[in-house]
């Protein structure tokens, strides 16, 4: 177990905030490891196409061949290996991740970032990532497979919830709250 790294698991849905809470924890120092970089390697390394589909069926063979917990698993060396003592998981999808963290990390704890689906498509849309929805379908489908692997078993076990329904600058602002409270625990 490592004693002294701090390590924040993000969860959130997909277009939910989560990339503007590693922006505010990067500038608390903190390093950032995204646990969907594990899976958008794996499906380059296969050699495909970086869709939402592909994506999702990578996601889900690794955890059918290897565990529930392989994502957090491949992460732990990153984590391990970070400069800083500090660091944030982006992408946090089951409670089985949360306890594979929790086994290697004493000083783990779990964040989640909420917002409507409406919200977070648009979000999707505008961000254009290859691995993003480009229509209302594929965004549900999207969903329900993070839901299928226990993405809203872990978001509802967080010590920390953050809504994302405001312009950003209130938002940060919540995330700067959780942040400082994290520090002030982990400082005990």
Not at 13 to 27: C, D, E, Y
Not at 31 to 47: H, L, P, Q, S, Y
Not at 50 to 58: C, F, Q, R, S, W
Not at 61 to 75: P, T
Request: charged share 35%; hydrophobic share 35%.
């Amino acid at each position: 177990m490592t004693e002294q790294k701090l390590v924040l698991g993000l969860a959130g849905m997909p277009g939910s905030g989560k990339s503007l809470v590693v922006q505010v924890a990067t500038t608390w120092n903190y390093d950032v490891v995204v646990m969907g970089d594990i899976v958008r390697t794996e499906a380059n390394r296969r050699g495909f196409e970086p869709t939402p589909e592909n994506i999702g069926k990578v996601m889900l063979e690794l955890r059918k061949l290897e565990g529930s917990s392989v994502i957090a698993k491949r992460c732990i060396p990153k984590i391990e290996g970070a400069k800083k003592p500090k660091v944030i998981v982006d992408g946090i999808r089951s409670l089985d991740e949360v306890e594979e963290f929790k086994k290697h990390f004493r000083k783990f704890k779990l964040v989640t970032i909420h917002s409507s689906p409406e919200g977070r498509f648009r979000r999707l849309y505008r961000r254009q990532r290859s691995d993003d929805a480009d229509c209302w379908e594929t965004f549900h489908e999207r969903d329900l497979r993070e839901l299928g692997v226990g993405l809203g078993s872990a978001m509802a076990m967080a010590e920390y919830v953050v809504i994302n329904d405001e312009p950003a600058r209130i938002v940060k602002d919540r995330v700067r709250e959780v942040l400082r409270k994290v520090d002030q625990e982990w400082t005990r």
